[in-house]
């Protein structure tokens, strides 16, 4: 079963604008990942926050995570066409446990 | 290995036999995991090794999914009785030392007809 919920399911913006793209999740965690899939096939580590963290930044990449909502946000400024890929944010209830992953947000951006 | 290596990266096979899939991990790496990814979908997990034996094996859908990891390194998913709705992308991950962060493999397309 899956856990979180990207929205939008789907993103199509301008090269140089910023791309946001949120999560919610439904049970307590430890920490929330994001990652990065191209072409459907082998996903990459962006960024993880704890659950005691509320921002992180990592280059062009902001998170924020607010666990009184069990929400999640990823920003990611200036896009570049290179972007273009789905991107989920995944869930671990506790340290190193499998992750729950939600369905994802398809980011599109145009040059 | 410099990454997580996957094969085959595709499979097709008929309903009803038998596959393996493999996955050979990062070298120094410590849990491994095993994901199913169907179309539009995120990853599921299915199973995952913390050393020889499965550390929790509770995403495996039914008893025709089997996973070892005999030496602690290599990991082989074994499906019977293949069936159209096993047809999806698996993907195998490691985490290294300490992190949570999971490293994915490049995955394998499997497509029962």
């Known amino acids: 079963s899956q856990q979180g919920e990207e929205d939008p399911q789907a993103l199509s913006i301008q090269e140089g604008e910023n791309a946001t793209m949120n999560c919610s999740y439904k049970?307590?965690?430890?920490?929330l990942q994001w990652y990065r899939q191209n072409s459907g096939r082998g996903l990459v580590h962006l960024i993880l926050?704890?659950?005691?963290?509320r921002e992180k930044h990592s280059g062009r990449l902001r998170v924020t995570l607010d666990t009184s909502k069990k929400s999640s946000s990823l920003l990611i400024t200036a896009s570049r066409a290179a972007d273009t890929a789905s991107y989920f944010c995944?869930?671990?209830?506790?340290?190193?446990?499998?992750?729950?992953f939600g369905k994802g947000t398809r980011l599109s951006v145009i040059a | 290995g410099a990454g997580v290596s996957q094969t085959p990266s595709n499979k097709v096979t008929e309903k009803g036999k038998y596959v393996e899939l493999r996955c050979d991990p990062i070298?120094?790496?410590?849990?491994l995991y095993w994901y199913r990814q169907s179309l539009g979908q995120g990853p599921e997990f299915l199973i995952y090794f913390q050393g020889t034996g499965a550390a929790d094996d509770s995403g495996l859908p039914n008893d025709r999914f089997f996973a070892v990891r005999p030496e602690g390194s290599v990991s082989t998913l074994k499906i019977q009785r293949t069936e159209r709705g096993d047809s999806a992308v698996y993907l195998c991950a490691t985490t290294m030392g300490t992190q949570y962060e999971q490293y994915f493999g490049p995955g394998t397309r499997l497509t029962v007809t």
């Open positions: 995944a869930t671990s209830p506790s340290g190193n446990t499998p992750l729950v």
């Open positions: 070298s120094g790496h410590t849990a």
């Open positions: 926050i704890r659950s005691n963290e």
């Open positions: 049970t307590s965690i430890n920490n």
